[in-house]
Nanobody, 127 residues
Framework: QVQLAESGGGLVQAGGSLRLSCAGSGRTFGSNNMAWIRQAPGKDREFVAAIKWSGSSTYYADSVKGRFTISRDNAKNMVYLQMNSLKPEDTAIYYC????????????????????WGQGTQVTVSS
């Protein structure tokens, strides 16, 4: 089973940048799809971005497309989310998550498909 730990959150002004990191443990990390999911106060969890286990495919929510970039380094068991041109509406707790499947053909893009989550890291964007 993969265990995940996020880091890199913080307070930033609108227009600024942050890079979130997610460290994974477990032998299967390199064969699992990974995603970043966020939850703002009083709102439902929102799917932000996903990357296939091979790194060959990515997906972004319309709200972050062109501003956020997801990447991974399987040799280091790491996944990253580079966030540029941040907006106050990006304020949320950001979670790293995995579907836990071994080398799946499909990259899921719904929250319910991701079974294993980290503890989250807070991102606050001030106006």
């Amino acid at each position: 089973q993969v265990q995940l730990a996020e880091s890199g959150g913080g307070l930033v002004q609108a227009g600024g940048s942050l890079r979130l990191s997610c460290a994974g443990s477990g032998r299967t990390f390199g064969s699992n799809n990974m995603a970043w999911i966020r939850q703002a106060p009083g709102k439902d969890r929102e799917f932000v971005a996903a990357i296939k286990w091979s790194g060959s495919s990515t997906y972004y929510a319309d709200s972050v497309k062109g501003r956020f970039t997801i990447s991974r380094d399987n040799a280091k068991n790491m996944v990253y989310l580079q966030m540029n041109s941040l907006k106050p509406e990006d304020t949320a707790i950001y979670y790293c998550a995995t579907d836990g499947r071994a080398s799946p053909l499909v990259l899921p893009i719904v929250v319910s498909e991701y079974k294993y989550w980290g503890q989250g890291t807070q991102v606050t964007v001030s106006s």
